[in-house]
């Protein structure tokens, strides 16, 4: 069975900035404690992992960039691209935001240096 | 609907019926004007017809115009609002002094205003998919400029760097000028 993953659910419905120095509900934190762990639980089988990014205040670039940049650095573009299936009714374009996140993680082109 | 309207002005056909039948009397009373007694057929029929296309144009026809003058208003509006939200956060990058929620929670309106706008104007039979994708590509842009900044954060107000200003300067500047060339597409239809 799938595993599913509410951000507004499971985390909070209203997600911080990049990382965990920054603030409460960063994007690094939301990678350590609920993103890799679920991810981790589909690897190596049928399972997908649902994230449905639907419910909360809005998405600060900054916080996409961090959480899925990061699962694209340590598990690879493909397996995550392959594993992941996306919700967004409310704001549809922020699947193809993250897919150029998850696309561009390698080269660096979001992320800054704390 | 005819027998509606009849209806609704029963005493003003009345009185135009009275006032047209008492001119036609008194014309005829007065020998100033001579008239036939024969009448053309093929002038009955016309005055038939152009009287019957002045019903279609007045009921129909002009609902018709209406109903799509409603349909543009309503969209160029949402147009508007999409262009206020937009200058909420350029107010916000004036002042260089960005909180977060508040920009974040903007942004998110944003978007989901322009999925909305897309889904009315299909509604209406408009076409602007196009338009649409291209302004998404720019609001990630100015996105990307207020709330990937090396500064950012959810604790505090934090201030712009010089580059990320300038991004949010061009992208805003862009996202204007490609919301006044939708409304302008719209009117034209």
């Known amino acids: ?111 800054n240096a704390s | 609907m005819l027998l509606d309207t009849i209806k609704k002005n029963l005493v003003v056909i009345i009185f135009f019926f009275i006032l047209g039948t008492l001119a036609g009397f008194l014309s005829t009373q007065w020998s100033y004007f001579s008239f036939e007694d024969k009448f053309n057929l093929i002038d009955v029929l016309n005055l038939v017809v152009t009287a019957l296309a002045g019903y279609y144009i007045a009921s ?66 408009y076409n602007i998919k196009d338009q649409i994708n291209n302004a998404f590509m720019l609001n990630s842009n100015i996105k990307a400029a207020i709330t990937n900044d090396p500064n950012t954060n959810n604790s505090n107000f934090y201030s712009l760097e010089s580059r990320s200003i300038v991004s949010f300067n061009n992208n805003y500047q862009l996202i204007q000028q490609k919301l006044l060339e939708l409304i302008i597409f719209i009117n034209r239809q």
């Open chain 2, 60 to 125: 129909t026809l002009s609902k018709q115009l209406t109903a799509r003058r409603v349909e543009k208003d309503l969209i160029i509006e949402e147009i508007h609002k999409i262009r206020s939200l937009y200058n909420i956060l350029n107010d916000t990058v004036i002042e260089n002094q960005v909180l977060f929620a508040k920009t974040v929670s903007t942004t998110k309106r944003i978007s989901v205003s322009f999925t909305a706008l897309e889904s009315l104007a299909s509604t209406c039979n």
């Open chain 1, 1 to 111: 069975m799938d595993i599913h993953l509410s951000i507004a659910k499971n985390f909070i419905e209203t997600p911080g900035a990049r990382y965990i120095s920054d603030g409460p509900y960063s994007g690094q934190l939301f990678y350590n404690e609920c993103l890799k762990p679920a991810f981790k639980q589909v690897i190596g089988n049928n399972k997908k992992l649902i994230v449905d990014l639907d419910g909360t205040e809005g998405y600060a670039t900054s916080f996409l960039d961090e959480a899925f940049g990061s699962l694209s650095k340590d598990f690879g573009e493909d397996l995550v691209t392959s594993k992941l299936i996306f919700i967004s009714t409310e704001e549809p374009n922020l699947v193809n935001e993250i897919r150029e996140y998850i696309h561009e993680a390698l080269e660096g082109r979001y992320s």
